[in-house]
């Protein structure tokens, strides 16, 4: 069953067309890669599919969890994050000037049931939220390694800890389908490894539907089971990872961009 | 690659995550603050009924905190939620003028006193309801000169409005004092209603709200795409920071026992903003620290209204020179300087980096 379903997809900026005629699909649980040069249009689909740019045409049909269909294309972000998309960003935006904990409990803010003057007045509502918000924040954080930095400023986390800071909040959301845009940049070998590993860890256990983009071919083909491929903005190729080494199309966008 | 294999031990995944520690239980901490606000509150009193401050001192610190009560409106619009709001003033002024005007057309009882007082905060706040969501739509440097703008066009509206209602550059006056020094529950009033103000911001800084807010100031996008409602949330604090710029006015209205236009012009919500940035933006306490110093400042500098502005020009600059950010600014100097280690117990132990 595919949670997200788009079609002849389009972004123009000016005179220049970043993503043209895009199809593709996304199965639920699906974990899926999207790979191409430097300015294929990559985090261009991302900011379409989540709401940060509204396409030039085409549609983007995501099908909820109870199997209702939503038309997300030009959709604000806020409303998409409510659709259950969430993502992180190629060069990080953390709230920098908060805490970890902080940036985690911001993603869950759309789930708070109390109102701002249930939380001016404290009322029972604003605790028994409360409470449940820093155990489920506990816990995500755990899961990603960070439990002792709760307190510290994000800022203050090593780069590789901002990647999965990231990722963490993106779950904290609720979401059931995340975008990670190049979530192994700027890491070392083991630190890949160990985020690859991170990243199945969590689709098993909050039941993700897994978007990534990543330059890392090792990281992409021993973790994605289904790999589009984009170039000028437009799709290439798309299969699994062994059809994808193998693919002429694929090999000459690569070796064009080298040369 | 094999990322399939399951690690022995997965911390978090496979076994169980450690509770946070306990902090005080709410109670506790609202048993604290109810005693520290009693006890300030007693000395205040107390120094004020035997004479100890006297007349013209208490005076200063009237005018102190109203100046917290206004300040503390802005941070949360500018400091918490990044909103540059140059207009401050204007949303004063209709607190100011609402509740002289009921005042004077009602018996000026205790009763319509404090209804003026509330009616003009909840008109300052449904006016800062109507222009946020046009306003907040602007970034940046348009949003301060929008609402530059709008303090000037609330002050001039008042200035050209018919004499007999608003006085216009004349001003409001014969309401008598209710706030001021020389009205025997004056520092009540003020007092309390900066207690007020206080407890309402720092809960909705601590609430999902506000911290929201703080997300918003610190990444438009990133908040956004996170589930956060822009619009919703800078309006919220907007409509929630002009509800007590309207209630310091209220105050101001009975403080001075005269309003005038010019009292809520351009500079005044300058002086609003240095108290913010002084004490840090963002940061509660500092906005408490600085309206006091401010206050002391102004209190040596009366005679010398010029030179006061030169050296709330030269503060600003230094200001943005060494971008303190939430530190407040005297400790950001203190720790320029290296001066001794005082450990102030309100300065958050936060380094900035940019
Ligand atoms: N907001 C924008 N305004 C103008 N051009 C943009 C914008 N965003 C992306 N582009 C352009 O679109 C093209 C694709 O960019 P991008 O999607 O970031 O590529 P990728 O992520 O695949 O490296 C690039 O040529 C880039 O310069
Ligand atoms: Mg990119």
Redesign the interface.
């Known amino acids: 069953m595919a949670v997200l379903d788009v079609k002849n997809l389009s972004k123009s900026f000016g005179g220049l067309k970043a993503v043209s005629d895009v199809n593709l699909y996304v199965k639920k649980g699906e974990l899926l890669g999207l790979i191409g040069p430097n300015g294929a249009g990559k985090t261009t689909i991302f900011n379409l599919l989540?709401?940060?740019y509204v396409p030039t045409s085409g549609t983007i049909e995501l099908t909820g969890s109870r199997g209702e269909r939503a038309e997300i294309g030009g959709m604000?972000?806020?409303l998409t994050?409510?659709h259950g998309i969430?993502?992180t960003?190629q060069n990080i935006?953390?709230?920098?000037?908060?805490t970890v904990l902080?940036n985690i409990?911001?993603?869950?803010?759309?789930n708070?049931r109390?109102t701002?003057l249930e939380?001016?007045?404290?009322l029972p509502r604003?605790?028994s939220?409360?409470t449940r918000?820093?155990?489920t924040a506990?816990?995500i954080l755990?899961?990603?390694?960070l439990?002792q930095k709760?307190g510290e400023?994000a800022?203050?986390l090593p780069y590789g800890e901002q990647r999965k800071l990231e990722i963490a909040?993106?779950i904290a959301?609720g979401a059931n389908v995340i975008f990670l845009d190049e979530p192994a940049a700027g890491m070392n070998p083991s630190e890949t490894?160990e985020l690859?590993?991170l990243?199945?860890?969590l689709k098993d256990?909050y039941d993700l539907t897994i978007i990534l983009i990543e330059h890392d071919m090792?990281?992409v083909m021993?973790?994605c089971e289904r790999i589009y491929v984009l170039d000028f903005g437009t799709i290439i190729a798309e299969g699994s990872p062994d059809e994808i080494k193998h693919n002429k199309r694929v090999i000459q966008a690569y070796l064009g961009e080298e040369a | 690659?094999?990322?399939?294999?399951?690690?022995s031990k997965?911390?978090?995944?496979d076994t169980p995550?450690?509770?946070?520690a306990k902090k005080l239980a709410?109670w506790q901490s609202?048993l604290i603050g109810l005693g520290i606000v009693a006890g300030v509150y007693l000395i205040l009193r107390i120094l004020i009924s035997t004479g100890v401050i006297g007349a013209y001192y208490q005076g200063i610190l009237h005018g102190i905190f109203i100046d917290i009560i206004a300040a503390l409106g802005l941070n949360l619009i500018t400091g918490i939620t990044g909103q540059f709001s140059l207009g401050h003033a204007g949303f004063m002024a209709i607190g100011a003028y609402t509740s002289a005007y009921v005042v004077l057309h009602t018996s000026g009882s205790m009763v319509s006193i404090l209804g003026g007082i509330l009616l003009g905060a909840v008109l300052a706040g449904v006016l800062g309801l109507l222009v946020g969501i046009p306003t907040l739509r602007l970034k940046g440097d348009y949003l301060a000169i929008a609402t530059l703008g709008l303090g000037e066009i609330i002050r001039i509206f008042i200035q050209n409005t018919d004499q007999q209602v608003l006085g216009g550059s004349a001003g409001l006056t014969g309401y008598g004092v209710y706030a001021a020094a020389t009205s025997p529950a004056g520092f009540e009033l003020v007092f309390f209603g900066a207690v007020i103000t206080f407890v309402?911001i720092r809960?909705?800084v601590k609430?999902?709200?506000?911290?929201?807010c703080?997300?918003v100031r610190?990444?438009e996008?990133?908040?956004?795409?996170?589930?956060?409602?822009?619009t919703k949330v800078k309006i919220?604090a907007f409509v929630?920071g002009t509800f007590f710029a309207g209630l310091a006015g209220g105050l101001y209205t009975g403080y001075t026992g005269i309003i005038q236009p010019k009292s809520f012009d351009f500079m005044q919500s300058i002086e609003f903003l240095m108290i913010v940035v002084l004490g840090g933006l963002g940061n509660i306490w500092g906005t408490l620290i600085a309206a006091a110093a401010l206050g002391v400042l102004n209190m040596f500098l009366q005679s010398f209204a010029e030179i006061r502005m030169i050296i709330y020009a030269l503060l600003l600059v230094i200001i943005m020179l060494i971008k303190a950010?939430?530190t407040p600014f005297f400790v950001k100097l203190r720790g320029l300087f290296k001066w001794s280690k005082w450990n102030l117990p309100f300065v958050h132990r936060?380094?900035e980096?940019e």
């Open positions: 989540t709401g940060v604000k972000p806020y994050a409510r969430s993502r960003f935006r953390l709230f920098k000037n908060m902080d409990l911001v993603a869950m803010h759309q708070a109390y701002l939380a001016i007045f404290r604003y605790y939220q409360e918000f820093a155990e506990a816990h755990a899961l990603v390694g439990d709760a400023l800022s203050n909040r993106a959301t490894d690859a590993s990243i199945v860890n256990e090792k990281f021993g973790l | 690659m094999d990322t399939k294999k399951k690690n997965r911390p978090g995944f995550v450690e509770k946070p709410p609202g309402v809960n909705m609430s999902s709200h506000g911290r929201a703080i997300a610190e990444d996008i990133a908040s956004e795409s996170m589930g956060v409602n822009l919220s929630v950010g939430e936060k380094t980096v």
